[in-house]
Nanobody, 122 residues
Framework: QVQLVESGGGSVQPGGSLELSCRTE????????MGWYRQPPGKERELVAT??????TNYADSVKGRFTLSRTTANSLYLQMSSLDVEDTAIYYC?????????????????WGQGTLVTVSS
């Protein structure tokens, strides 16, 4: 199965910027939609943004205009975050839909990275 390796988390002051990266390693299937999710302290995991293979993006309302998601043809994913707020503090997880093509048909799998912590604090 494909492995998702994240990097770029850290601490930043309110109003600052960070970029998260996610690269794919291994796997035998086709990667379809990729994205970032986050889990703030004490809360449920939530969608941040997704991007299809054709480059169509979808953003949570809370990050529209501040975050930009991009993707390479090699299925590396980048999340540029600006105007960060304390409410953006969370563990950020890279996500990918992997389709493995078996003789008997295709199977869809959800893959997750290990998570990277973003802390926004003064």
């Amino acid at each position: 199965q494909v492995q998702l390796v994240e990097s770029g988390g850290g601490s930043v002051q309110p109003g600052g910027s960070l970029e998260l990266s996610c690269r794919t390693e291994g796997g035998i299937g086709t990667i379809n939609t990729m994205g970032w999710y986050r889990q703030p302290p004490g809360k449920e995991r939530e969608l941040v943004a997704t991007i299809t293979t054709s480059g169509s993006t979808n953003y949570a309302d809370s990050v529209k205009g501040r975050f930009t998601l991009s993707r390479t043809t090699a299925n590396s994913l980048y999340l540029q975050m600006s105007s960060l707020d304390v409410e953006d503090t969370a563990i950020y997880y890279c996500h990918a839909d992997e389709v493995i093509h078996y003789l008997g048909g295709d199977r869809n799998f959800e893959r997750w990275g290990q998570g990277t912590l973003v802390t926004v604090s003064s």
